[in-house]
């Protein structure tokens, strides 16, 4: 089982970038990782997922071509580069990791939330207008 914890969170204006980041306690070389984002009252949305070995990456609809996913297994993190912010990006940020459904190589990502094992608490982006 492995734990992680993000930081990185903050208030910014529209227009701006953020980095997130999301520490986890044990190797996720083995794990498939993604970004999830939350508002009150919806459902929890994908952001951006990331193979085991980091060469194949995909992105939500809302955010592809402003935010970069990436990842540094030696270090056991995990990274999200917000950028060009807009008001409607304010959410919490969760880090996740998935242990497989089915085979797995380095090239597989999952898209759905139930495809995943582990979470964080969550870092709360808020972007101003």
């Known amino acids: 089982q492995v734990q992680m914890e993000e930081s990185g969170g903050g208030l910014v204006q529209a227009g701006e970038s953020l980095t997130l980041s999301c520490a986890a306690t044990r190797s996720i070389t083995v794990y498939v990782m993604a970004w999830f984002r939350q508002t009150p009252g919806k459902e929890r949305e994908l952001v951006a997922t990331i193979s085991r070995t980091g060469d194949n990456t995909y992105y939500g609809d809302s955010v592809k071509g402003r935010f970069t996913i990436s990842r540094d297994n030696a270090k056991k993190m995990l990274y999200l580069q917000l950028e060009k912010l807009k008001p409607e990006d304010t959410a919490v940020y969760y880090c996740?990791?998935?242990?497989?459904?089915?085979?797995?190589?380095?090239?597989?990502?999952?898209?759905?939330?139930?495809?995943?094992?582990?979470w964080g608490q969550g870092t709360q982006v808020t972007v101003s207008s």
């Open positions: 996740t990791a998935s242990q497989g459904r089915g085979v797995v190589d380095g090239s597989t990502i999952f898209e759905k939330l139930d495809d995943y094992d582990y």
